[in-house]
């Protein structure tokens, strides 16, 4: 998988392939990636990447043509590969699109600033329009980082064996349960008993039960009956039914 990003603010993303599991798998080879600074093919003494809008109104454009000349310096895994826009505008972004996303061989990011692109380049070179949630950013780089993120774990050998992706309960459309590591008793807190048992049915069951707890606390949405086994609807009416 590669990714390209077109951003007037390339530096952002130095740090971002180097480091933690998404550097380690453009170390090894499994994602590869490209920074375009779109300023590099704006025109003229002052390189502006910006314009007024037609119409007037608060807020700077970015002019079409530097946005066009990057694009096409991109190296095109031509059918495999997607061209997206970071924007309010878009399709909100979650996991089952991070899935689909983690299939092609390409993705190519425009990150926008200011009020946005010349909507000429959106209509002819833009496949797809996302946004990663309903606030308001101060440019498309840290959208598209979290695309890139949460795509890029997707791809197979990137979390390196280390824990499945389905092994998240987010998968399932659940939250994850509480976690707990040494010491025992921190600040007069114990960890639940259960969890030193050494009983891993109990601990199966009691990190469902908890799982589905917050779930049904915090994002009752989420809870789409389809995926819940005889056992869950069974924790489920417990839970419901007491503490
Ligand atoms: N999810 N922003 C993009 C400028 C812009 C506007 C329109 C292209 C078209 C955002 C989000 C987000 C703010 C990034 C406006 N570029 N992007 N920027 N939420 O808020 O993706």
Known sequence: ????????FPEMFSAFFREGILGRAVNSGIIDFGITNIRDFAMGKHKAVDDRPYGG????????GPIYRALKSVDRADDRSLVILLSPQGVRFDQATAWELSGWEQLILV????EGIDERIRLAYIDREISIGDYILSGGEVAAMTLVDAVGRLIPGVLGGKRSNLEDSFEEGLLEYPQFTRP?????KVVPSVLLSGDHGKIRLWRRRESLRRT???RPDLLKKDLLSNEDEA???NLQGGP
């Open 216 to 218: 049904l606390e915090r």
């Open 184 to 188: 025992r008793v921190f600040q007069g």
């Open 235 to 237: 924790i489920l009416a």
């Open 1 to 8: 998988m590669k990714f390209d990003v077109l951003t007037i």
């Open 111 to 114: 990150c926008g600033r200011y």
């Open 57 to 64: 109104g608060d807020g700077m454009v970015m002019k079409p």
